[in-house]
């Protein structure tokens, strides 16, 4: 097992445009979080799932992101009708229950 | 105030310092990790604790549940440390909170 896999490391979009993102998490791992972190702060959180039910939200995910874990296994998040202010690195993590938790090298996101 | 707070935010020190970051929380946890984060964002998990002191190599990590604080310490600082170092805790919940991090310079 390689660890958590984030793609792409970097995605430069217009403003406007829909983004998705991809996580693969350990394989026996069965939760997975999604955060993100601007510049100069700490991660936030946004999501996770156990297997394939979302289980918590943050309110900082407005109705533009949606995130899937269709199968329990991979998720995605995707932004729709990116803003500026969207702009941040989103970071994938999952654990076993609440031990092992480990951290994917994160997605960058630019929007111009 | 946030939930966890870390200090100093920024520190630089000369190669072979010994280095102390610490971290202080208000929410009772069931475990805080240590990260350590690389210009391009990968993020990397140092230690988890959910009490006393564990060691690995240079670094040492210890936790007071007590008095809600955990430090990490680096013995023998080197350039290759430099990172920024984010303290990040596990509530009751399985979302981890975390500092705002403390960036470490050493220089040579």
């Known amino acids: 097992d390689t660890g958590v896999s984030q793609d792409p490391r970097h995605k430069i979009t217009k403003r406007g445009q829909n983004v998705t993102f991809r996580c693969d998490p350990i394989s026996e791992h069965n939760r997975l979080y999604w955060y993100r972190q601007t510049l100069g702060q700490g991660p936030e959180f946004l999501t996770y799932f156990q297997n394939e039910a979302q289980l918590e939200k943050s309110r900082l995910l407005s109705d533009r992101f949606s995130a899937e874990r269709p199968k329990g296994s991979f998720s995605t998040l995707e932004i729709q009708r990116t803003e500026q202010g969207d702009s941040a690195m989103y970071l994938c993590?999952?654990?076993?229950?609440?031990?092992?938790?480990?951290f994917g090298s994160g997605t960058r996101l630019t929007v111009v | 105030k946030n939930e966890v707070e870390q200090s100093p935010q920024n520190l630089t020190a000369q190669e072979g310092e010994f280095i102390t970051i610490n971290c202080s929380y208000s929410v009772g946890i069931s475990a805080l990790h240590w990260l350590q984060q690389h210009p391009g964002g990968g993020i990397v998990s140092l230690f988890m604790l959910s009490s006393g002191k564990k060691k690995h190599g240079r670094l040492i990590a210890t936790i007071n549940i007590q008095e809600k604080h955990s430090s990490l310490h680096i013995t023998a600082s080197h350039p290759r440390d430099s990172a920024v170092y984010i303290c990040?805790?596990?509530?009751?919940?399985?979302?981890?909170?975390f500092g705002e991090g403390t960036q470490l310079t050493v220089n040579p």
């Open positions: 990040a805790v596990l509530p009751s919940g399985s979302r981890l909170t």
């Open positions: 993590a999952s654990s076993l229950d609440r031990n092992g938790y480990t």
